[in-house]
Every structure is written in C-alpha cells, then in structure tokens.
C-alpha cells in the first residue's frame, strides 16, 4: 500500500510554456501533499506544502505565480510550471502523507524529469 | 533554519566491507529522522525512520542510529553489495510535515 505516482515521468517543452505534472495518491487520502524540486547532484529542496481545499504554503524564494499547486481533491496535487524557463529544467518530487493512516512516513512518487529547451 | 549535513559525499568500496554514513543536523527540535535511497534518476525509497524518541532501528543488513541530543544519526550497512550501490539520504522531519534533506551520500560498491 501507500503508492503515489506522477505523471508524466519526463517532459521536454519549449521556453515560454507552461507545463502541468500530477502527483497522485493511488490507495490512501493524503491529507498534505508536498513539492520538492532536484538540481542535478543536489539534494531535494522543498517547494511548498498543499493541503486539501486550501492554498499552497510556499517555501522563501518560490514564485508562487510560476509554480501553482492545486490540491482539489484527497487523491490528487498538481504543480504547473508557468512560463518555463531552462533554469527551471529540473527533477521534480511530490510526496503525500496522511496522519489518519497513523505514521508519520511520507510517501514519494518516482519523480518528474523536467527539461526546458 | 534546520541544515542537514551528511558525510562523506562520495564513498567506494570493495563489496563485502562494512560501512558508515553520517548525517548531522543543526536543530535538535525534530520529530523523527529518515534514511532513504535514490537510484540515478529514480524517486526516493524509504529505508528507516526513527521516531525522536528512538535510539536506532534495524532493517535487514540497515541499522540506523539517532542520537538527538547532538544531532547526529548513522547508516550502518553490513556486508555491502554491488546493489547497494546508490544515493542515500537522510532527512529530518520538523513542524508541519517539513522535511529537510541532507546533500546525500553517493555509494558505490565495487564487485
């Protein structure tokens, strides 16, 4: 149990669009859903933290009118990166817990592999 | 601001050895600590948590450590395989769900 998956797990798109990846929790209710963003090399640095039917809380120094995370549902977060740019070229990380489940684990999803050209 | 450290950053060796890895923390106010792994590419695999409360825990050839009080924790592998071979990262979890990670340290373990 605890699965989360993301869609798509990679995608090249062109500078100036926008691009929308989804983080789904396949057989529990998460509660939080979290963003991380990877840099080749570096470790994962925490994007910002959605709660279910409310806004985002952005970390310090993430535009939250370039990434926006929709949380609409129990089972379902998105981040859509607006205006890509190749310095938002990156490994993107969503991860879900749900307290109810009575641990405290936050599960992962394998990743989103972001290359702006 | 929570910094998590982790030592050393690159480590090979001979399958079969006995390893450390080490990961400190700056603010001993944290709800548990986790270890995980990362495969080129890959998401990140759960492989320990240690509640606050907790001195270490114990998966397979994994023993991790917690010691809070000086904000250090290790990943101890016994009898280290071509597999193991891999990114492991510590994270420490503080309010609100937040964890932060260690730079990681890159295994690899030579046939």
């Known amino acids: 149990g605890a699965v989360v998956s993301q869609h798509p797990s990679w995608v090249i798109c062109k500078s100036g669009t926008s691009v929308k990846i989804e983080c789904r929790s396949l057989?529990?209710?998460?509660?939080?859903m979290f963003w991380y963003r990877q840099f080749p090399k570096q470790s994962l640095m925490l994007m910002a933290t959605?709660?279910?039917?409310?806004?985002?809380?952005?970390e310090q120094g993430v535009e939250k009118d370039k990434f926006l995370i929709n949380h609409a549902s129990l089972t379902l977060s998105t981040l859509t990166v607006t205006s890509a740019h190749p310095e938002d070229s990156s490994f993107y990380i969503c991860s879900a817990n749900s307290p109810g489940r009575g641990t405290d684990t936050q599960y992962f999803g394998p990743g989103t592999r972001l290359t702006v050209l | 601001k929570q910094e998590v450290t982790q030592i050393p950053a690159a480590l090979s060796v001979p399958e079969g050895e006995n390893l450390v890895l080490n990961c400190s923390f700056t603010?001993?106010?944290?709800?548990?600590l986790q270890w995980f792994r990362q495969d080129p590419g890959k998401g990140l695999t759960s492989l320990l948590l240690?509640?606050?409360?907790?001195r270490e825990q114990t998966s397979g050839r994994l023993n991790a450590s917690l010691d809070k009080s000086s904000g250090r924790s290790t990943l101890y592998i016994a009898a280290s395989q071509p597999g193991d071979s891999a990114t492991y990262l510590c994270a420490v979890e503080t309010s609100g769900s937040r964890l932060t990670f260690g730079e990681g340290t890159q295994l690899t373990v030579n046939p």
């Open positions: 959605s709660n279910e039917g409310s806004k985002a809380t952005y």
């Open positions: 057989d529990f209710q998460a509660t939080t």
């Open positions: 603010d001993s106010a944290i709800y548990n």
């Open positions: 240690i509640q606050s409360s907790q």
